[in-house]
């Protein structure tokens, strides 16, 4: 399997973001987007999510599901948790589980891996923003999905939490899935680097 | 026991659980009083049998605005001193009050039925426990609508006293409003030359229905204040579960 | 379907729960039917006869206003990105949400119709054919509405805006609404026909409505 972009173009607001942008990752490999605030990590992200139309460019999963698209091949975790405070921790990862498609799964096996299995039903609003981050962590675990983007994935966590996190992005290398990263920390595993901005 | 005892959730729980059965009990014995003094009270010889709804309506309408002025003092206590237990006495009042107000809707329209021929009539005082009555729902709208009970307190509170300023000005509007389209309301036949055969049952059923008002109050304040109590223990237990979760990473390592 | 199911379901639980704005809308009908009074004055015969037309303003309005988030809650906590993304296409996923909205705002309105019946004046048929012309209506409310709803989250403001772009489409439903009511109560014509095209423009709004909203999501993302 490989993701790839070729000639990627993205104007926002009537800016130009970024352009003539190629890039490409393959099964097992992570790819670390860097940059400067301002530098279109984000809007590239949301490119590849299917979020953003590019102006020009073309993206391309190879080896895939041939009756899918992109986006519908992929996790996207933003920097919003989609997380609903009213409900408990566990309607909110069952609900993405079932709208999303997984096949039946353990959710709790999910909320264990990312250590919130003592807050099942608890509330979400009760969380704290790193919890928060580790209950749509648990996301990408409950449905399978190969190709992951991740947008500043480990800002809200604490190091027992970053830990935890490379740990199961590595496993997901490990399957041969596809992390896509934006970020300006060490992600914590091998990773190919794309800069943004500066270099254009 | 003085009242910054009362003040301390905890000793306020340990007095009400001595309180509250005396109180129920009192309650019951003077509702059944006055509920017979009711039965065997004579026939209206203008309005027949259905003069003794008045029994029920009249302590229900009378409660409908003295809930409000709890909760408005609550609403001060709030906002002056501050005070625990304040938001807590006037949330859980707003259900209680909203409850007899609707009776008191109820048994006005039941009253008014063989008057008017229908069950509703812009009647200048039922209209105005209407208005009474959206404004405590709107304020129990409020306590919902807000998750964190300390942010809604003061929101509440400001709201309560607006509305005590307000509806001594919408009764008068109402009333104005009303003497424009139609004069004589039937709550007015009862007027103040009531009979003392009629005198003594309202009295009781006034009483009554106040012990009622009290002995629901401070139940409901119970188990608001319970319910505060479990909301941060499972906060509690969310910061908590990090914790344990962070030594079994660490135990792992 | 579960994906469909699952959403409808949470959509459901949400408006219940603390926070959630249900029941909020039926206590703006109970509040806009008593204000009317004021205005035109207390004559039971003349709220009897303006009584459909009053509970249908105040339906029309209370469903217009609990829509306001409908897309918008889903927008700020990021949940719309993902059910853009999903494998389920996005106008199935607007049908479900407007049919939980439907359920968890519309019908409670329609439950108090026979209250407010009661306060202007309505007898029995009247208020059985307010509440059935309701039913058959409010889904083309809320199907339309939804449309506002989504262009909301692509202008980034709600509120009064929302309620400009939406109350000229939904005129053709009050008419029919209010007509197959009056019909029912005092004739001329017979309650079958304005009722059948209040039916069909349900029916239309259906369709349209998630295409609509779809549409305008996908490109108003950013």
Known sequence: MRLSGQNLKCVRGGREVFSGLDFSAASGEALAITGPNGSGKTSLLRVIAGLLMPAEGTLALEGGDAELSLPEQAHYLGHRDALKPALSVLENLAFWHEFLGGEPRDTGKCLAAVALDHATHLPAAYLSAGQRRRLSIARLLSV????????????????????????????????????????????????????????? | MTLTDLANPTRFLALTTRILPWLAGATAILLAIGLYQSAMAPDDYQQGATVKIMFIHVPNAWLSMFVWGVMSIAALGTLVWRHPLADVAAKSAAPIGAAFTFLALVTGSL????????????????????????????????????????????????????????????KFSVDWWNTLHQPASVFRAGGPTLDKAFLWPLLVMAIAFSLLFITLHLAAMRNEILRRRVRSLQMMQASRTAVIGEAKEMGAA | MSALSALIRRDIRIALRVGGGALIGVLFFLTVTVLMPFAVGPDLALLSRLGPAILWLGALLASLLTLDRLFTADHEDGSLDLIVMSRTPLELACAAKALAHWLAAGLPLIVATPVLGLLLNLDGTATLAVALTLLAGTPALTFTGMIGAALAVTLHRGGLLLAVLVLPLSIPVLIFGVAASQAAISGPVSFGTPFSILCALSLISLVIGPFAAAASLRHGLD
């Open chain 1, 144 to 200: 399978r999905r190969p190709v992951w983007l991740l947008d500043e994935p480990t800002s809200a966590l604490d190091t027992a939490g970053q830990e935890l996190f490379v740990g199961l992005m590595r496993e997901h290398l490990a399957r041969g899935g596809i992390v896509v990263a934006a970020t300006h920390l060490p992600l914590g595993i091998e990773a190919r680097d794309l800069r943004m901005g500066g270099a254009g």
């Open chain 2, 111 to 170: 009253w008014g039925r063989p008057m008017w021929g229908t069950y509703w009539e812009w009647d200048a005082r039922l209209t105005s426990v209407l208005i009474l009555f959206l404004m405590y729902l709107g304020l129990m709208a409020l306590w919902r609508a807000v998750e964190d009970p300390s942010r809604a307190a003061r929101a509440a509170a400001v709201l309560t006293l607006v509305g005590a300023i307000n509806i001594p000005i919408i």
